[in-house]
Structure formats: structure tokens, C-alpha cells
């Protein structure tokens, strides 16, 4: 396995389980990968949102974690503007700093990009429900349920923050 295919695995590993000892296997992992890889979009996205996992999980496996983030979600998509991952990075941000109306602007333009995409949609939804936009978030977790019928748990979190926004 190359250092970059490891780098993705590790990635999705820490995100599937969310364990701390995952997420620090992951950025090891992905910073190793971007010694020899510098300008790889991928494995930037990828970093910032191990990033934004540290800072959500409270897990301080890096200094500062919080303020890097931006920086390195901005340049993936600056280097692959393309990149659905590097451009849906920007939802949660957005999202966890307040910017309502960046992360819901910022998740139609990443659904744009490819609306058949069940675990982006899913994520968009999330994250523009929980900045108030919950028509969005009810339409973005209701097509993600129809692409995946299968879906985790965790989509009904969606349908619990609608409801408690509707003060039901």
C-alpha cells in the first residue's frame, strides 16, 4: 500500500470508529503522507477535517488544531477546486464557526457538485440543520435515506434537531 492509499484508509478508519487512538493513527498518517506529497489536495482535505475531529471530539492531539483547519480546507480547494471533499469541508467549518449562511451556501454548491453522493448529503444536512436551515437539512437527509436505505442511526439526527427547531 503507497503512503497516500494508507493515509485515505486510516482516514476513513477514524472517522467509522471515532476513536482517539484512531484519529491520532490518521493525522500521523496523513502528515507523513504530505511530507512527500506537499501540494496533494486529497491529503490536505483530509487533514483539515482530522483537524476539525480533533477540535469536535476534544481529543488535543494537535496544537492549535482549530486554527489550522481553515487554512488547510481553503488550500485543498484552492489546489482542486473540484475536490467534493476539500469543497464539503468547508459545510462543517462553517457550520462549527457560526457562519450560517457560508454553510448553507457552501452545502448547495457541494451537493451541486454531485447530488448522488448519500454520505456528503448526509453530512450536509447535519450541518445546515444545526445552523437553522431545516427545510434544507429535511430534504438534504431524506434524499441521502433514499440513495442509502440502509442508513446508520445517525441520519435520525436530522429529523430529531427539525423537530426540536419546530418546537415539537
Known amino acids: 500500500i503507497n503512503d497516500v492509499t494508507l493515509a485515505v484508509l486510516k482516514y ?22 504530505l511530507e512527500k506529497h506537499p501540494r496533494n489536495a486529497l491529503l490536505l482535505a483530509l487533514q483539515s ?34 475536490l467534493q471533499i476539500a469543497q464539503y469541508n468547508l459545510v462543517p467549518l462553517n457550520s462549527f464557526l457560526g457562519r450560517a449562511k457560508e454553510c448553507v ?7 451541486e457538485m454531485n447530488p448522488n453522493h448519500a454520505r456528503i448529503l448526509s453530512g450536509c444536512a447535519v450541518h445546515t440543520t444545526t445552523v437553522g436551515a431545516y ?15 440502509h442508513y446508520p442511526g445517525w441520519y435520525h439526527f436530522v429529523d430529531y434537531l427539525v423537530h426540536f427547531g419546530n418546537k415539537r
Do not use: C
Request: glycine content about 4%; proline content about 5%.
Open 49 to 82: 477535517n482530522l483537524y476539525y475531529g480533533d477540535v469536535i471530539h476534544e481529543l488535543n492531539l494537535v496544537p492549535d488544531s482549530l486554527s489550522k483547519m481553515e487554512g488547510l480546507a481553503n488550500k485543498a480547494v484552492s489546489l482542486d477546486p473540484e
Open 12 to 33: 476513513n478508519n477514524a472517522w467509522a470508529t471515532h476513536a482517539p487512538r484512531d484519529f491520532e493513527s490518521a493525522i500521523s498518517s496523513v502528515s507523513t503522507a
Open 105 to 111: 451556501e457552501q452545502a448547495q454548491k457541494v451537493v
Open 135 to 149: 427545510e434544507l437539512g429535511w430534504e438534504l437527509i431524506e434524499r441521502a435515506k433514499q440513495l442509502n436505505p
